[in-house]
């Protein structure tokens, strides 16, 4: 009887798809939230989409790492150096 490989997630996928998401939801608070003063439209949606881009990397760069270990502990696998 052959193991199975433990599966794991692609965390390139999950961070391209995090800075993606979070660009969007920047650029749509952006365009559609409450205008700053001092800033035009342009700039006001260029900034929070870059903002947006850093959450969501943050953001899917936890869940990725927080589904590795957990994908770890069901399989029954250790941790590198924990033997």
Do not use: K
Not at 24 to 32: C, D, E, H, R, V
Not at 45 to 71: H, K, M, P
């Amino acid at each position: 009887m052959s193991a199975q490989p433990r599966r794991m997630p692609n965390f390139t996928r999950f961070l391209i798809t995090g800075a993606v998401l979070g660009i969007i939801a920047g650029a749509l608070i952006g365009g559609f939230g409450t205008h700053a003063p001092n800033y035009d439209s342009g700039t006001e949606i260029a900034y929070l989409a870059a903002f947006g881009l850093l959450i969501g990397l943050g953001l899917a760069g936890v869940v990725a790492i927080g589904l590795d270990a957990w994908l770890r502990r069901r399989s029954g696998e250790s941790r590198p150096g924990h033997e």
